[in-house]
C-alpha cells in the first residue's frame, strides 16, 4: 500500500466528522506536513472533493464509496520489483513466503497473487518462479535474468520529455523552458557549450536552489573554502541569480551560488577545484560503494566517471545540507515513486548503502532527487548507445555556434548524439571517443590534432547549406556501414563453428567442387 493509500485508509478508520490534523497525519504516515497537503491535491485532482479541507485539517466526504484505488493485476509496482530483486539476488536459497509477508505489511495471500502474476513475467524470459514448500525460488540462467532486468529497467525509465514534466511540477509556478533558456544564454555568453547530460543535471540543482530560497532553506554557510569567485562558473552563476531575482525575487545565499558552482568541476578550465579536493574521502568511499552495490544488484553498469562525478557532487552537498540540518522538500516525490517504481526503487537502494556508511538519514525527498538522476543517466546513455557520438568545433561568434547546433538538430535528431560544442581543438580532450567531428574549420588541422583513426570528419560552412546538410548524411551512412561491417565481424565467427569453414585451394576445380557439394548434401563432411 502506498502513502496515499496509508492516508485514505486512516480518514477512513478515523475521522468520521471530524478533522484530522496535517500534524497528526504527517506522524501518522511519517512524512511532512506539506508532504500531507500534496497528497491531498494528488487525490483530490483524481476524485474530485474526496477529501474536504479546512483550517484545523481533513476528512473524507460522502464521496468514500467512490474510491478507486490503482489496478495492479499487471503492474510492476514497487512491492512486486522488490519481490523480483529479492528472488534474483537469492537464487540459491529462494524466499520464505511469511517473511516477504512480514517485511511489506502485507498478506501471505498478497504475496502469492504477486509471485502468479511475476510468474508471467519472467515466463517471457525462459525463468520460472518454483515453490518448495513455502519458499519461491527463481529459476533459469544467468543471462536469462541479467535481460529480465535490463528489459524492466528500460522499459520503466524516465524519457526526457518525463524528466521535464518531474522538474516543472517541483517548479510549480516557475517556467521549466524559461529556467532553461535563462540557463543556456548564461553559458552561452560566457563560452561555456556542455553536454545535454551536464546541462539536464546543472538544471535539476537549479530547481532544487530554487525551491530552498523558496521555502527559506537556503545553506548558511559554504562547506567548502572557495579561493576563487572570480572563476567563469561564478560568473554563470551570478549573472542566473540576478536574473531569477529580478523576475521572480528568488535571492540565493552564498552557499547555494557556491553549491551549484561546483558542479563545474571538470567543465571549466579557469576553474581550479576539482572533484579531489572539494569530496570528502568518506563521502567518495560511500558512493563507491553504493554504485558498486546497485550495478551487483540491477546488473547494469553504473560506472561511468561522468556519472560517478555527477552524483559525488550530488551526494557531498546533500551530506553538507544534512550536516546543517537542511532539507529540499520535493513535491514531485509522490509521483515519480508512483509513475517509476524500479528507478524509485534503484535510488533507495543506493540511498540505503549511503546512509548506512555515512550514518545519516535520507528522506523520500532526496531519494527523488536521487532517482531523478539515476532516471537521467539512464536516459543519456540510451541517446549515447544508439547515436552517433558528435562534437561540433567552431568559433562561438554572435551565436554562430547555438544557430550550427539548432540546424544539426532539426536535421539528424535521431541520429546524433552532440556531446559537445568547442571554439577550438585544443579544447577537446584527445582521449574523449568521437564517431563524427563536425566544424568551420580546417579537417585536415583538426584530424593531424585529434590522431583519431575511425573518425569521421565534415568541414561546413558558418551558416550550413544543403551542400552541408548532404556531407553530413554522408558521413553518417559511412559510419552506419563502418558500425555495421564491425558488427559482422565479430558476430559471424560467435554464430558459425570453425569447422563449418573451408580453405579452398587454387587447383579446387569444378568437378571438384561437384563433388564436394555432394557429399556435403548427404551429410558426410559433418
Do not use: W
Amino acid at each position: 500500500m502506498n502513502k496515499t493509500d496509508m492516508l485514505l485508509d486512516y480518514l477512513k478508520r478515523h475521522s468520521g466528522n471530524e478533522f484530522i490534523s496535517a500534524k497528526t497525519l504527517a506522524e501518522s504516515l511519517g512524512v511532512t506536513d506539506r508532504t500531507i497537503r500534496h497528497y491531498v491535491k494528488s487525490i483530490n485532482e483524481k476524485q474530485p472533493n474526496l477529501i474536504e479541507s479546512s483550517r484545523v485539517g481533513y476528512r473524507l466526504t460522502n464521496n468514500m464509496a467512490t474510491i478507486q484505488y490503482p489496478e495492479k493485476n499487471d503492474h510492476m509496482d514497487n512491492r512486486r520489483f522488490y519481490i523480483l530483486r529479492r528472488l534474483i539476488k537469492s537464487s540459491d536459497r529462494g524466499l520464505d513466503l511469511f517473511d516477504l509477508a512480514d517485511t511489506l505489511y502485507v498478506s501471505d495471500a498478497t504475496i502469492r497473487s504477486d509471485i502468479m502474476n511475476l510468474n508471467r513475467l519472467v515466463t517471457t524470459h525462459n525463468l520460472q518462479i518454483i515453490q518448495q514448500n513455502n519458499r519461491y525460488v527463481l529459476t533459469g540462467d544467468e543471462k536469462s535474468r541479467r535481460k529480465l532486468m535490463i528489459d524492466l529497467i528500460d522499459f520503466s525509465k524516465p524519457t526526457k520529455t518525463s524528466i521535464e514534466e518531474e522538474v516543472q511540477r517541483f517548479l510549480g509556478p516557475i517556467s521549466l523552458q524559461e529556467l532553461m533558456e535563462l540557463s543556456k544564454n548564461s553559458f552561452d555568453k560566457h563560452s561555456v557549450h556542455p553536454n545535454t547530460y551536464f546541462f539536464k543535471n546543472f538544471i535539476i540543482h537549479l530547481a532544487i536552489a530554487i525551491e530552498r530560497a523558496t521555502d527559506n532553506e537556503q545553506l548558511e554557510q559554504s562547506s567548502f573554502p572557495i579561493q576563487n569567485r572570480n572563476a567563469t562558473s561564478y560568473k554563470i552563476i551570478n549573472e542566473i541569480a540576478e536574473n531569477l531575482n529580478k523576475k521572480y525575487a528568488i535571492q540565493f545565499s552564498q552557499a547555494d551560488k557556491d553549491e551549484l558552482a561546483i558542479l563545474f568541476i571538470g567543465h571549466i578550465k579557469d576553474d581550479e577545484i576539482s572533484m579531489d579536493n572539494y569530496a570528502s574521502m568518506k563521502v567518495s568511499k560511500a558512493l563507491d560503494h553504493a554504485i558498486q552495490e546497485i550495478s551487483e544488484v540491477y546488473m547494469l553498469d553504473f560506472t561511468d566517471n561522468n556519472f560517478k562525478t555527477r552524483l559525488l557532487v550530488h551526494v557531498q552537498n546533500l551530506y553538507n545540507r544534512l550536516s546543517q540540518n537542511k532539507y529540499t522538500r520535493n513535491m514531485s516525490v509522490l509521483n515519480i515513486r508512483i509513475k517509476y517504481p524500479i528507478i524509485f526503487d534503484i535510488a533507495v537502494y543506493l540511498a540505503s548503502v549511503l546512509a548506512n556508511d555515512l550514518n545519516v538519514e535520507i528522506n523520500d525527498d532526496e531519494i527523488a532527487f536521487i532517482a531523478l538522476h539515476i532516471g537521467t543517466f539512464l536516459n543519456s546513455q540510451n541517446d549515447g548507445n544508439s547515436k552517433i557520438n558528435t562534437v561540433i568545433i567552431t568559433p562561438a561568434y554572435l551565436g554562430q555556434h547555438a544557430e550550427i547546433e539548432k540546424c544539426i538538430e532539426k536535421h539528424f535528431e535521431d541520429e546524433l548524439f552532440i556531446s559537445g560544442i568547442y571554439e577550438d581543438v585544443s579544447e577537446l580532450n584527445s582521449l574523449m571517443s568521437n564517431d563524427l567531428v563536425i566544424t568551420t574549420q580546417s579537417t585536415e588541422h583538426i584530424r593531424n590534432r585529434m590522431a583519431m583513426v575511425n573518425t569521421e570528419f565534415v568541414n561546413i560552412h558558418e551558416f550550413i547549406t544543403k551542400h552541408d546538410i548532404a556531407l553530413i548524411s554522408r558521413a553518417i551512412e559511412k559510419i552506419k556501414h563502418t558500425n555495421y561491417t564491425n558488427f559482422l565481424k565479430d558476430k559471424i565467427p560467435e554464430l558459425i563453428s570453425e569447422k563449418f569453414f573451408i580453405t579452398i585451394s587454387d587447383d579446387f576445380s569444378r568437378t571438384n567442387h561437384g563433388d564436394y557439394c555432394r557429399e556435403l548434401s548427404r551429410g558426410r563432411l559433418c
